[in-house]
T-cell receptor, first 113, second 114 residues
Framework: DVKVTQSSRYLVKRTGEKVFLECVQD?????MFWYRQDPGLGLRLIYF???????EKGDIPEGYSVSREKKERFSLILESASTNQTSMYLC????????????FGSGTRLTVV | AQSVTQPDIHITVSEGASLELRCNYS??????LFWYVQSPGQGLQLLLK??????LVQGIKGFEAEFKRSQSSFNLRKPSVHWSDAAEYFC????????????FGTGTRLKVLA
């Protein structure tokens, strides 16, 4: 069964901490994405990557960075966590053509206190 | 630029009743169209997709959706809802060229009454 695995389901961090959210896919997908999900706002794209070491900003990149050193792994970094970054974070991956849809991970619920 | 609208934030139906969730999109051509379902605390699971051909597409869990170009709609339907269908449903649209990003609607939360 194909999978996108997010390393943590729940995470609690303190304001100002540097936070790493990890995502690994085993489908040899070219594209990987990080979304955050908040009630009433749906899914908002933070960053995406279409190849190793390549990245592009999404709609809400401020306060975040990403790293993709290997094809299967895409990391989201909160440089200095703030309470307004408390959210559900979803990782997804897809083949480059885009017609097959995304495969999502189970999500990481991050709370910043 | 493409966009997608799900006009219903919440829908409540009785178990065994039929269901239709609405999705309207804006795009210059026929886009890729998707419906996803999200159970509480989980990621999103693909229910079905459309990108060409027959405008009525079948998906998993007994769901179907119909693409109507004239109405720019891609509504999700199920003839008889089960209590386990209670979840949040997201419509998504993707461009057929130039980008791999999808735009998601804000979701419709379905409640099923026993």
């Amino acid at each position: 069964d194909v999978k996108v695995t997010q390393s943590s389901r729940y995470l609690v961090k303190r304001t100002g901490e540097k936070v790493f959210l990890e995502c690994v896919q085993d489908m040899d997908h070219e594209n990987m994405f990080w979304y955050r999900q908040d009630p009433g706002l749906g899914l908002r794209l933070i960053y995406f990557s279409y190849d190793v070491k390549m990245k592009e900003k999404g709609d809400i990149p401020e306060g975040y960075s990403v790293s993709r050193e290997k094809k299967e792994r895409f990391s989201l970094i909160l440089e200095s966590a703030s309470t307004n970054q408390t959210s559900m974070y979803l990782c997804a991956s897809s083949f480059s053509a885009g017609a097959d849809g995304y495969t999502f991970g189970s999500g990481t619920r991050l709370t910043v206190v | 630029a493409q966009s997608v609208t799900q006009p219903d934030i919440h829908i409540t139906v009785s178990e065994g009743a039929s269901l239709e969730l609405r999705c309207n999109y804006s795009y210059g051509a026929t886009p890729y169209l998707f419906w996803y379902v999200q159970s509480p605390g989980q990621g999103l699971q693909l229910l079905l997709k459309y990108f060409s051909g027959d405008t009525l597409v079948q998906g998993i869990k007994g769901f179907e959706a119909e693409f109507k170009r004239s109405q720019s709609s891609f509504n999700l339907r199920k003839p008889s809802v089960h209590w386990s269908d209670a979840a949040e449903y997201f419509c998504a649209v993707g461009a057929t060229s130039g980008t791999y990003k999808y735009i998601f609607g804000t979701g419709t939360r379905l409640k099923v009454l026993a």
